[in-house]
């Protein structure tokens, strides 16, 4: 995969609980620890469709589920990867 969406947290809570709701609203997602290129320490993120930025972000806001981030990382020809937040 050359690119992905990922949202990030600083609990592992908080993303077991979101994987969960997003299942919920049948968004395709799985979970995966945080890229060490938006973290060094340990985490877990969830990883979801570009198509359902908005719908995520709307579960996030309207269950209080603190996050840390929502990126998008790709993946470069040299093999390194690009990360930008946003949300």
Do not use: W
């Not at 359902?52 to 993946?75: A, H, M, P, Q, T």
């Amino acid at each position: 995969m050359n690119e992905m969406y990922i949202v990030s947290f600083n609990s592992t809570h908080h993303a077991i609980r979101s994987d969960k709701l997003f299942g919920e609203k049948n968004i395709t997602c799985t979970t995966l620890p945080t890229p060490r290129e938006i973290t060094a320490s340990c985490g877990i993120s969830v990883r979801f469709l570009e198509k359902d930025i908005e719908i995520v972000k709307e579960i996030l806001s309207s269950n209080n589920i603190e996050y840390k981030g929502i990126y998008n990382i790709k993946k470069l020809a040299d093999g390194k990867k690009e990360v930008s937040q946003i949300g």
